[in-house]
């Protein structure tokens, strides 16, 4: 059977009440993620929406909100050591992993405590590049 599934639109990470501004400097300022308009129907359930690639991350508020500390997003990047380092001068502390061989990775949380994964092929080739 044939997938009906064409492709990944975005993932949303939950966040706690007031997690704007925190997002923004987060994603928006270390990570240097572009801030998308959220549709002006969605804009009261707070919360907030930024570029990732050809896809999309939103950071939605959850009530009663835990973070979650397996399931995770892992964002592929260029130049992983200037990101760790860039993230480590932040106080955000970062855990390498050896555990996928090919690959560089490191473990790190948002704001909130969410687990988000940062990755990069060990040989860059037009063949593992996204997009």
Do not use: Y
């Not at 939605?60 to 200037?82: N, W």
């Amino acid at each position: 059977m044939a997938s009906l599934v064409l492709d990944l639109d975005h993932v949303q990470l939950a966040a706690p009440k007031g997690c704007e501004l925190a997002a923004r400097a987060f994603f928006g300022g270390l990570l240097g993620l572009a801030e998308l308009d959220k549709p002006q129907s969605l804009r009261a359930r707070g919360g907030c929406w930024f570029q990732v690639g050809s896809r999309q991350l939103h950071i939605g508020v959850e009530e009663r909100f835990r973070p979650s500390l397996k399931a995770h997003p892992a964002f592929a990047v260029r130049e992983i050591e200037a990101l760790f380092e860039r993230l480590a001068r932040s106080h955000i502390e970062c855990r390498w992993d050896a555990a996928i061989e090919g690959r560089r990775r490191f473990f790190a949380n948002d704001p909130w405590g969410n687990r988000l994964e940062f990755t990069e092929p060990l040989s860059i080739s037009p063949s593992n590049l996204p997009g």
